[in-house]
């Protein structure tokens, strides 16, 4: 998957401006961030729609996530994910995912929306 290839908006989350990929496919959501280069994906992050669960096998960075529901809150936010860790959120309806340190991240009950 090439990242040019996915949809894009612009969210802004803290102070920073961050473009946002949506993944929406099967495949799309299946990789993820998985073969991105830290150093290419500044200060993006990848949209996971329809998601209560990720997986960071494979990954060679750190990761951010940030779990959001379907009212747009901010429910659960990891920062500095390690690789080979399983996470789920049974109330999120999206994840959004950074290489670690992308962002200042969001506090939970913040409200962040991202137009698909």
């Known amino acids: 998957m090439r990242l040019k290839n996915l949809k894009q908006t ?3 989350i803290g102070n920073s401006a961050v473009c946002v990929y ?39 960075n750190k ?3 940030i779990f959001i529901s379907h009212d747009d809150v901010v429910v ?18 999206y994840v959004l995912e950074s290489i670690s ?6 506090e939970i009950g913040s409200f962040l929306k991202i137009k698909y």
């Open 10 to 12: 612009r969210v802004t």
């Open 22 to 60: 949506i993944a929406e496919t099967y495949f799309q959501k299946l990789r993820g961030l998985l073969g991105i280069k830290s150093q290419d994906f500044f200060p993006n992050a990848i949209a996971i729609k329809d998601c209560k669960s990720i997986h960071t096998f494979g990954m060679k």
């Open 63 to 65: 990761l951010d996530v």
């Open 76 to 93: 659960k936010v990891y920062r500095n994910l390690k690789p080979n860790r399983i996470l789920s959120q049974k109330n999120s309806v």
């Open 101 to 106: 340190g992308s962002f200042e991240l969001p």
